[in-house]
């Protein structure tokens, strides 16, 4: 995992946590920048892994993360707090076990 990548990461950590924190009070414009977060890590991802420079296990995590934060973004009703959550701890995962 390259520096941008690894700071993209940390930079949607930042974001999604932002989020949980705030909770209910949290504005759609911070979620949707929590989102937004996933998705640049997740393109870089995909740019790395053209270039062979990410594997398919990262481009594959990145793919769920944006599903999992889509998923939180856009509920019935009100926040879906757990799918943050489980961004949140995926992203840290693949941080951690990154090369």
């Known amino acids: 995992m390259d520096a941008e990548l690894r700071q ?7 974001r999604l946590e932002h989020v949980l924190d705030r909770g ?3 504005t759609h414009a ?5 989102t937004l977060a996933i ?6 991802a995909i740019q790395r892994h053209r270039d062979g420079a990410a594997s398919d296990a990262c481009l594959g995590e990145a793919n769920a993360l944006v599903s999992l934060a889509y998923g939180g973004e856009f509920p019935l009703s009100g926040l879906h707090q757990d ?15 990154a090369p």
Do not use: K, P, W, Y
């Not at 998705?39 to 870089?44: C, G, Q, S, T, V």
């Not at 799918?83 to 076990?97: I, V």
């Open 39 to 44: 998705i640049a890590l997740r393109n870089r």
């Open 30 to 34: 911070e979620i949707h920048a929590a």
């Open 24 to 26: 209910s009070e949290a």
């Open 8 to 14: 993209q990461g940390h930079d949607a950590i930042a």
């Open 83 to 97: 799918r943050f959550e489980q961004a949140r701890d995926a992203m840290q995962r693949l941080l951690r076990n």
